[in-house]
């Protein structure tokens, strides 16, 4: 079963890590063209992956 619930954390945090590459692109394309309100909401979403990914890490470590 561990082995199970460390193959759902790993897709789970590929996911995360997937998004937060996207959303990267996505902030500095709206700092280039000056889209404040875009900005706000990307780099808020941001945040909230990050804090997901430290939380997913604190609840499972791991094993690598």
Do not use: F, Y
């Not at 309100?37 to 992956?49: E, F, I, R, V, W």
Request: hydrophobic share 35%; aromatic share 0%.
């Amino acid at each position: 079963e561990s082995g199970v619930q460390s193959a759902i954390q790993e897709i789970h945090e590929r996911a995360i890590e997937r998004r937060q590459r996207e959303l990267r692109t996505l902030i500095a394309e709206a700092e280039h063209s000056g889209d404040s309100a875009g900005l706000a909401l990307l780099t808020q979403q941001k945040l909230d992956l990050d804090r997901a990914l430290r939380q997913l890490h604190n609840q499972n470590p791991p094993e690598r």
